[in-house]
């Protein structure tokens, strides 16, 4: 075997190692991950989101009770009104892919077109970022910090904290999950909630699940 051979040889095993590291949930990856071109969703969220937003309907209605600014008392006004509001949880861990990570993002747009209020959850071996989605164009160019081990129970300790009310909670990943045993009393209190979108492992059987295969 040549030296230059066992270099190649040696720096494929060193990076199998570190990414081995990272899908078990060991150590940190603090590399930007900057996704400037979205794809197309691969799953229909207003059917999907359908039993957990119903009840919202548009974020605007017309109604009598308001005088339409442009066109006076002759034509129904508009009235804004409660929203729903979605939790995304996105895994940016060493384990998923540019692609894979392309796609969550896609997805978030996606669900951000609702007009539901979207809170973005980033997370590796714990939270990375929270981000307030006000308008879909936000999730575009999103610099994402990410690249460690998998770790899902702080960013699940933060829903249970801040948004024990949403209506509902989408979690995409490929499940490559290490505490999933500590996370699982959460992911049981949340279960009516949760959407388990995946890109690889099954999730926890009692968990709603959507598989989205990227080669299709």
Do not use: C
Not at 39 to 57: E, F, I, M
Request: charged residues 35%.
């Amino acid at each position: 075997i040549s030296e230059a051979t066992s270099d190649e040889e040696l720096e494929q095993k060193v990076l199998e190692a570190v990414m081995a590291a990272k899908v078990a949930g060991v150590g940190k990856g603090d590399y930007d991950r900057l996704i400037e071109e979205l794809t197309k969703p691969k799953v229909d969220w207003r059917r999907a989101l359908k039993a957990y937003l119903s009840r919202y309907g548009p974020a605007v209605r017309l109604t009598w009770a308001r005088e339409n600014r442009k066109l006076g008392e002759d034509a129904p006004g508009k009235e804004h009104y409660g929203k729903g509001r979605l939790v995304l949880v996105v895994d940016v861990s060493g384990s998923i892919s540019e692609p894979e990570l392309r796609q969550f993002i896609s997805e978030a747009y996606a669900m951000a077109s609702l007009r539901h209020r979207v809170t973005l959850i980033t997370f590796d071996d714990g939270v990375r970022d929270v981000v307030e989605i006000k308008r879909p164009d936000a999730v575009k160019g999103l610099k994402l910090v990410g690249g460690g081990g998998t770790r899902i129970r702080e960013a699940l300790e933060l829903v249970d904290r801040k948004y024990p009310k949403a209506d509902a909670i989408v979690i995409l990943s490929d499940w490559e999950i290490y505490d999933l045993g500590d996370a699982e009393a959460l992911l049981r209190k949340y279960r009516d909630k949760i959407i388990a979108l995946t890109t690889g492992k099954e999730p926890p059987r009692y968990l709603r699940a959507i598989k989205v295969d990227l080669r299709e």
